[in-house]
């Protein structure tokens, strides 16, 4: 089983339309959450940290459940500059876990 | 201003030949690490160093070796024994006191073996 699994996608949503996903973990000493967007042929940059209680940046949701190990991202009023794919990342400390990343596109 | 520095960003080699890609940091960042990413997969981990002159192997160490003389620099050697070394690589680093800290990463290189 992988450390980190995604749902690949692509989700494909018109603009201003509200996408989520998923990605569920196996170590349950996992402390650190991450999302990270990647775009194409470059390097991933840091979304948001995703925290025990949940937390918000603008139209970025993130979820943490423990229990069901799994985080979640959601999206709000999703803009054309939104689409890319994004990564969720896990780790017990030092050595991070990637997913292979979830491909949303926005269409106008 | 501050930031993880790789280079070059395109590389080909002819197959057999041993190439070493530079990553060099000024965010004062103690650890740092090498991921490799293909075409519709995640990033897996090479290898890791969270100190000066140490290192540990990640996922997939093999055919490719690392050095830290300096908290600065982790350079990657893409060795010939490495069977499958087309691929794009990732440097990273973060604070290693932080466990929950974030990683930066460098814009990657794009290795090609012909």
């Known amino acids: 089983r992988k450390e980190v699994e995604q749902d690949p996608g692509p989700f494909n949503v018109p603009e201003g339309a509200t996408v989520a996903f998923n990605c569920t973990y196996s170590?349950?000493?996992?402390?650190?959450f991450f999302w990270y967007r990647q775009d194409c042929r470059k390097e991933p940059k840091l979304l948001m940290s995703?925290?025990?209680s949940g937390n918000e940046d603008g139209r970025f949701t993130a979820q943490l459940n423990r229990a069901s190990q799994y985080i979640s991202l959601l999206i709000r009023d999703s803009k054309l500059s939104d689409s890319a794919t994004y990564l969720c990342?896990?780790?017990?400390?030092?050595?991070?876990?990637f997913g292979a990343g979830t491909t949303v596109t926005v269409r106008a | 201003d501050g930031g993880i520095t790789q280079s070059p960003k395109y590389l080909f080699r002819k197959e057999g030949q041993n190439v070493t890609l530079s990553c060099e940091q000024n965010?004062?960042?103690?650890?740092m690490y090498w991921y490799r990413q293909d075409p519709g997969q995640g990033l897996r981990l090479i290898y890791y160093?969270?100190?000066?002159?140490?290192?540990q192997k990640g996922d997939i160490a093999e055919g490719y070796s690392v050095s830290r003389e300096k908290k600065e620099s982790f350079p990657l050697t893409v060795t010939s024994a490495q069977k499958n070394p087309t691929a794009f690589y990732l440097c990273?680093?973060?604070?290693?006191?932080?466990?929950?800290?974030?990683?930066?990463f460098g814009e990657g290189s794009r290795l090609t073996v012909l």
């Open positions: 965010l004062n960042h103690d650890a």
């Open positions: 990342v896990v780790g017990p400390d030092y050595k991070l876990s």
């Open positions: 995703v925290y025990s």
């Open positions: 160093s969270q100190i000066v002159n140490d290192f």
């Open positions: 170590n349950s000493a996992s402390q650190s």
């Open positions: 990273a680093s973060r604070w290693a006191d932080q466990n929950t800290g974030e990683l930066f």
